[in-house]
């Protein structure tokens, strides 16, 4: 970064890059696993007039505590949870934050299982908690075993189990997460980020059982709304009310907690698309398999194959052609999310084409 020379910054600060991913105006956009379908004219008419009734009071704060929408998030989820049992973020990057600010810190540990989700390092890196890792199995999987073997030998506070996972899509079964939670102390952060496109069953029954056990989620992905900002958790109300000290306030706006409810009141309509992305991620996982890649089966919204040679060759030939994937994860592998039949379609022509070339896997 340009113009820091000089200033005070942080040491472990000092060098490091913005996070993001390449945002590339292209045809086809397939790199950071949004939803494709934009929400419907019924549902944009819905949004509107939300907006417009709630514009009347845009001169004042909105409710700091949110707890129509934690309302609503408890009724989708069910299991018995009410709103005591949600809290409500700027999308699971902000619930991580608060969390990780409330239970990391200075001399505390954050344990995770690579290859995962790149940002919790800098969860991590901002709340200046500790970030050890271990790798998963050889199959991306990760079990009881391993992970208590890396919590007897790491000691940290914080165990974060992504399911499914990502970039991988593979997930954990919700008795090892019971296992896990059964034997330690340390807060059990089960990222679902993805388990609304998921043939398995989630943690939500575990919470019941597990006072440390947090489940956290976004309406990024199975509701459309990566550009509304919203993610959620939910955990026991202590849990619910260490996030509440520490987050800041009103740090929900109006808007973000309006169209949210209006999306959740349309949940039908748009899980609807959820299920035809799964379908379309289960397909491309088959072509790909059928012209000799790599897969790594997924349970998400997006898959990882390969194996490549030179994998930026092969994403820049797909650029070049208009389809932007992701460069993530284990070397030799891509990243593509599910798109639209269209979109998947011209995936699959700018593969041939760079096949063709003999950049093949």
């Known amino acids: 970064m340009s113009g820091l020379s000089g200033l005070p910054l942080r040491d472990d600060l000092v ?7 390449p945002q590339i105006d292209v045809p086809v956009v397939l790199n950071v696993n949004e939803n494709p379908y934009p929400p419907s004219g019924e549902l944009r ?9 709630a514009a009347a009071t845009m001169n004042r704060y909105p409710d700091r505590e949110a707890v129509a929408l934690r309302e609503d998030l408890a009724s989708y989820l069910g299991n018995g949870l009410t709103a005591r049992n949600i809290w409500v973020g700027n999308g699971s990057n902000e619930i991580m934050g608060q ?18 989700y790149s940002m919790y390092p800098e969860y991590a890196r901002n709340t200046c908690t500790a970030y050890v890792t271990e790798p998963r199995n050889p199959d991306f999987t990760v079990d009881a075993g391993l992970v208590l073997s890396a919590v007897e030998h ?3 506070t914080v165990v974060v189990i992504t399911t499914p996972n990502n970039p991988t899509g593979t997930c954990t079964a919700p008795e090892v997460i019971d296992e896990i939670c059964s ?3 340390a807060i059990v952060v089960v990222d679902e980020a993805y388990q609304e496109f998921s043939r398995h069953p989630g943690a939500l029954p575990l919470l019941a059982r597990h006072p440390r056990l947090v489940i956290t989620r976004t309406m990024s992905k199975a509701f459309a709304m990566a550009g509304g900002r919203v993610g959620y958790l939910a955990a026991a109300p202590e849990i619910v009310d260490a996030c509440r000290i520490v987050r800041l306030p009103y740090h929900m706006s109006l808007q973000t907690q309006v169209l949210a409810r209006v999306a959740l009141a349309h949940r039908d309509e748009l899980l609807a698309r959820v299920e035809e992305l799964a379908e379309e991620c289960r397909a491309f996982q088959g072509w790909l398999q059928g012209h000799g890649y790599e897969v790594v089966p997924s ?7 390969g194996r490549f040679k030179d994998r930026h060759s092969v994403w820049q030939g797909l650029l070049d ?15 593509a999310s599910a798109g639209t039949p269209r979109e ?3 995936l699959k022509r700018a593969l041939a084409e760079i096949n063709s070339e003999g950049r093949h896997p």
């Open 15 to 21: 060098g490091e890059e913005p996070y993001g991913a």
């Open 45 to 53: 008419r819905a949004m509107g007039e939300a907006i417009q009734e």
């Open 99 to 116: 969390l990780l600010t409330a239970f990391g810190g200075p001399g505390r540990r954050m344990l995770t299982f690579t290859p995962t």
């Open 154 to 156: 790491h000691t940290p």
């Open 183 to 185: 034997a330690t102390d």
């Open 299 to 305: 349970e998400a919204n997006f898959v990882l194959f």
């Open 321 to 335: 052609r208009g389809v932007l994937i992701r460069e993530t994860g284990p070397e030799g592998f891509l990243r």
């Open 344 to 346: 998947m379609a011209a």
